[in-house]
């Protein structure tokens, strides 16, 4: 017999925290996703001006300015978010 069970209302032994450990694990996925592909989309509007084979060098070097002041604003927000909910 199976000592996991995870359906709803199944009366197995998984507890409160380890839902909440899933779900806060599957945020953390879904917001890494959506940030990936907002910064991809907007980087390569604002970065790539003629789409090729392959990145010029003034493309490549915009791509990681663009990257880095999304993960660097990412990291801020977060850090106020945080501070003001008092979980820092």
Do not use: N, W
Request: hydrophobic content about 35%.
């Amino acid at each position: 017999m199976a000592s996991h069970s995870y359906g709803a209302g199944s009366g197995g032994d998984v507890s409160e925290a380890q839902v909440m450990d899933a779900v806060q694990h599957e945020m953390q996925v879904a917001f890494l996703q959506e940030f990936y592909q907002t910064v991809r989309d907007k980087c390569f509007d604002k970065c790539i001006t003629k789409p090729s084979s392959s990145l010029s060098s003034s493309e490549q070097q915009c791509l990681a300015r663009c990257c880095d002041r999304y993960a660097e604003a990412t990291q801020i927000v977060t850090k106020a978010v945080l501070d003001m909910s008092g979980l820092e």
